[in-house]
């Protein structure tokens, strides 16, 4: 095993990686931008070294000269590159096999084929795979509205770069076609450099179903088996199950063995993930394959209790699948999962990213539930980076199983100072269709109520707000209504000279005299140390000379008794 990994990204990916790392007695090093120096990330590394420029947090995260300058710095002998970010940029692997670190991940010339879409479904195509129909790729828009015309619709604009739905567009009619080029063509160079789009056949109601497979150097291919990712928004998506519902075991089995026969045609090593579309028919076609570690792993890793970092990382250490006791018979399913992506994002306004600072945060537990992710009390959530909070991954026997565990987790959730989708992932697990398994690409469009405003009690904050400021501004309650001390005293004549009191007799008859008097008495003497207590003790800090007087006059005459 290595013995010091860096992390080239942030969050919680970097959070999973070095857990993974820690756990295989490896050390792990961060890298941060001056803007994430207060990231969860960076405290979980055993080393962390600030990258890139102030004010460009992004750019920091892609640059492969910073990376590999801050792996030398460190004494790195291996980069992991979670997703996102540098995760399927050649030039990275380049990078680390000029400097001689390892980088956990399929090679060059595979990122490069897996990284243009055009071109992995021409390898798909080659490896006997369906595929759908789609034009050549080009950076032309006339020479792809020309293709358009012996194309049916609807149809998608796709980036061959593209990723997480960025440069991606779909098209109902040939009139719509150039406005969707020239917004998809202009995302793509915005998000990849490369403006480059083709057109591909749109499947109506499908369903996206992925299966994790693993690949090691030796030739030795498996699968996980699949998951169904179909609750989508904007092409990204929301809701991971696995395995997939109401999937017919055979039709798995051959998703399954062609992205198994994929990832041997191209001599894949590494984690990654074969893409597909199933139509309504039940016939499936690859869609394109990510060479990297998936959001939603996790789901993959609970129903198989196989740790696919750790996987990751013993692979690109050298290690084998059989040797890592990973054979496909090996293999098998338990239960269900269900992935959350829980996001500072408001579903009723477009689904609009939120910032501020997290000023409550209460996560769930208990059986069955995991968390991931790098939120916390106090987190500063920027407009710079992807709006995932945390991914809640809740398992169970069944479905059903998982879905209340899943619903019953969400309500745990306390999470205030930015807006979050949780109320809308809520509505998503309580949807009868949903329930059923009866999810497509399209679910969330066809069930707009989903997106309904839903604005927590906040009942938790509301009664914290209450106590600080009562605590601060009120602590013996409400202000009372002045009232003159005066006026509580009791009734006296205080034009008639007060009757005689101990002065008066301790004078009259002198110390010996008033001692002896005192002993004979039967009646208790009772003697009141207000009035020189008030002067010469604490309680000369609530009582002034000026209430002594006010009140002297009554006592006189109302309690003569008093020694």
Known sequence: MFEKILVANRGEIAVRAFRAAVELGAQTVAVFPWEDRNSLHRLKADQSFQIGERGHPVRAYLSVEEILKAARTAGADAIYPGYGFLSENPDLAEGCARAGITFVGPPANILELAGNKARAIAAARAAGLPVLASTAPSAAPAVLIEAAEATEFPVFVKAVAGGGGRGMRRVGTPAELPEALGAAMREA???????????????????????????????????????????????????????????????????????????????????????????????????????????????????????????????????????????????????????????????????????????????????????????????????????????????????????????????????????????????????????????????????????????????????????????????????????????????????????????????????VEFARELRRQEALAVTDTTFRDAHQSLLATRVRSKDLLTVAGHVARTVPQLL
């Open 189 to 511: 160079e915005a998000a990849f450099g490369d403006p480059t789009v083709y057109l591909e056949r749109a499947v109506v109601d499908a369903r996206h179903i992925e299966v994790q497979v693993l690949a090691d150097a030796a030739g030795n291919v498996i699968h996980l088996f699949d998951r169904d990712c179909s609750v989508q928004r904007r092409h990204q998506k929301v809701v991971e199950l696995a395995p997939a519902p109401n999937l017919n075991p055979e039709l798995r089995q051959r998703i399954c063995a062609d992205a198994v026969a994929f990832a041997r045609a191209i001599g894949y090593v590494n984690a990654g993930t074969v893409e597909f579309l199933l139509d309504r028919a039940g016939r499936h076609v690859f869609i394109e394959m990510n060479p990297r570690i998936q959001v939603e792993h996790t789901v993959t890793e609970e129903v198989t209790d196989v740790d696919l970092v750790q996987a990751q990382l013993r692979i690109a250490a050298g290690e084998t699948l059989p040797g890592m006791g990973l054979t496909q018979d090996a293999i098998a399913v338990r239960g269900v999962a269900l992935q959350c992506r829980i996001t500072t994002e408001d579903p009723a306004n477009g689904f609009r990213p939120g910032t501020g600072r997290i000023t409550a945060y209460r996560s769930p537990g208990g059986a069955g539930v995991r968390l991931d992710g790098s939120a916390a009390l106090g987190a500063e959530i920027e407009a710079h980076f992807d709006s995932l909070l945390v991914k809640l991954t809740c398992r169970g026997r069944d479905l059903p199983a998982a879905i209340r565990r899943a619903r019953r987790a969400l309500a745990e959730f306390r999470i205030r100072g930015v807006p979050t989708n949780i109320a809308f992932l809520t509505a998503v697990l309580d949807d009868p269709d949903f329930q059923a398994g009866r999810v497509t690409t399209s679910f969330i469009e066809d069930h707009p109520g989903l997106l309904a405003p839903r604005i927590p009690a906040d009942r938790g904050t509301k009664l914290l707000t209450y106590l600080a400021d009562v605590t601060v501004n009120r602590p013996h309650g409400a202000p009372p209504q002045l009232v003159d001390p005066v006026e509580k005293l009791p009734r006296a004549d205080l034009g008639s000279p007060p009757p005689a009191g101990s002065r008066q007799r301790l004078r009259a008859l002198g110390p």
